[in-house]
């Protein structure tokens, strides 16, 4: 079992950066994969990106390539999302997820957040 709990989320203006972090219970963080997603009112949840068990591999939506960086330190059990660039369309509620398999590209992650909120302003 692995509880997951985002924090960092706010009110930010467009172009400017957020960092969010995703804290993991358990002592096996290690061996899991993490997602990050989105959901902006009134759509599904969608893929933002993923980093593999050690963190040395990582894979992004293109709407945020180049943009967004994930990294984990596992002795933290913590994983990050750094968003630059921000744009009012990154506007959402962000979610963290754990997987034992990697990559994980959908929604069929094992453990997710409860969410924390990102708003952009123009």
């Known amino acids: 079992q692995v509880q997951l709990v985002e924090s960092g989320g706010g009110l930010v203006q467009a172009g400017g950066s957020l960092k969010l972090a995703c804290a993991a219970s358990?002592?096996?963080?290690?061996?899991?994969?993490m997602g990050w997603f989105r959901q902006r009112p009134g759509k599904k949840r969608e893929f933002v990106g993923t980093i593999s068990w050690s963190g040395s591999s990582t894979w992004y939506a293109d709407s945020v390539k180049g943009r967004f960086i994930i990294s984990r330190d596992n002795a933290k059990n913590t994983v990050y999302l750094q968003m630059n660039s921000l744009k009012p369309e990154d506007t959402a509620v962000y979610y963290c997820?754990?997987?034992?398999?990697?990559?994980?590209?959908?929604?069929?992650?094992?453990?997710w957040g409860q969410g924390t909120q990102v708003t952009v302003s123009s």
């Open positions: 358990g002592r096996t963080f290690s061996t899991y994969s």
């Open positions: 997820a754990a997987a034992q398999r990697w990559p994980v590209l959908t929604t069929a992650y094992d453990y």
